[in-house]
């Protein structure tokens, strides 16, 4: 009896040890490395190229990439439960408002999934930027001093006479990197001579081109002492508004100088036009750096345990309609189109 006993035990021990060794091969193709992207905005051209851009280094790794468009605070916290459902490792973010900071680091951490952030950095309960969290933004003051010297540079060239000049200040302040970017715009015409006076704040409810146009046409009808306009913006899109919103008033490209950040389609569909329009330039920032390289640092992380850098701030670049595509070439962007 005790005998058969011990038998039946290792026949079961034998089977069990079986299907251990049969676990790790049919484990690895279940651990399929997926990771999440997602974005705020899904429909600017800017979010659009990251996804491309994430999609190249997902075949190249061969990784399965998970595209989410999430513009609200539930729509996140869904989006990062559905990832965790579908056994994603981790993912790579651009909040709707980097206020959800806290939220959105206990919910990953609840899910036991990776994070980083992109473009847009998360802030805690006191306003200070979550620096546990792994991010990759833009240089923020320093891209918005290049759109301020290039304003500066056109007037100049021009012969403008800076008081007769207004700019439209677009701005978004509740987002840091806007700020940063339009007081770097700001401060660098201030640094030309342009008069601090002449700088209307247009602020925008969203980030999008309607919400500019909005804000700069009440910037326009309360300001008709000047002969000629200048904008800028956090992006192309509020720049876009503000051109459209001068536009309409009778300042088309002769009288309005208008300069970007971003350099995808928005940017680029406007430099296509066969008549040059009031968005004379844009600085080129670099949706394959956010892209391609934010989910390739991802990648690695889960597949190697490498954690990604904790901060790192990529550059930008001017373009006008003139080098756009030169530009473009330097930035390792020509072939993306
Ligand atoms: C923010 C803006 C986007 C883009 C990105 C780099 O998220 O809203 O338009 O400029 O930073």
Redesign the pocket.
């Known amino acids: 009896m005790k005998r058969r006993i011990f038998l039946t035990l290792v026949a079961a021990t034998t089977a069990a040890s079986a299907t251990m060794l049969a676990a790790p091969v049919a484990q690895a193709a279940d651990e399929q490395i997926k990771i999440g992207f997602i974005v705020?905005?899904p429909e600017?051209p800017?979010f659009q190229d990251e996804w491309k851009f994430a999609e190249i280094a997902a075949k190249e790794k061969g990784f399965t990439l998970v595209k989410i468009g999430a513009p609200s605070g539930e729509k996140v916290m869904s989006a990062i439960d559905n990832l965790a459902a579908q056994k994603a490792q981790g993912f790579v973010i651009?909040t709707p408002d980097v206020k959800l900071g806290p939220g959105i680091v206990a919910k990953a951490k609840a899910d036991k999934l990776k994070m980083m952030t992109v473009?847009?950095r998360l802030v805690d309960g006191a306003g200070k930027p979550i620096e546990s969290v792994p991010h990759m933004?833009?240089s923020a003051y320093n891209i918005g001093k290049q759109v301020g010297e290039g304003i500066a540079a056109e007037i100049k060239k021009r012969g403008w006479d800076m008081k007769d000049v207004g700019a439209i200040d677009v701005t978004y302040e509740q987002?840091p990197?806007?700020h940063d970017r339009t007081t770097g715009a700001a401060d660098a015409l201030v640094a030309a001579g342009f008069p601090k006076a002449n700088i209307i704040m247009a602020p925008q409810a969203k980030?999008d081109t309607e919400n500019a146009f909005n804000a700069a046409n009440i910037a326009l009808t309360k300001n008709p002492q000047f002969k000629h306009w200048v904008a800028f913006a956090?992006?192309d899109?509020g720049v876009l508004g503000a051109v459209r919103a001068a536009e309409g008033r009778g300042f088309k490209a002769d009288n309005m100088i208008g300069v970007g950040?971003?350099g995808s389609d928005s940017a680029l569909n406007e430099f296509k036009k066969p008549n040059p329009t009031g968005f004379f330039a844009t600085v080129i920032?670099s949706p394959k750096r956010?892209g391609e390289e934010t989910s390739t640092l991802m990648y690695d992380w889960i597949k190697d345990g490498k954690e990604p850098p904790k901060l790192t701030l990529t550059s930008g670049m001017l373009a006008t309609r003139d080098n756009v595509a030169e530009v473009r070439e330097k930035m390792g962007l020509a072939s993306a189109k």
């Open positions: 705020k905005q600017e800017w651009c473009d847009d933004g833009i987002l990197t806007a980030t956090l992006n899109e950040i971003g920032i956010h």
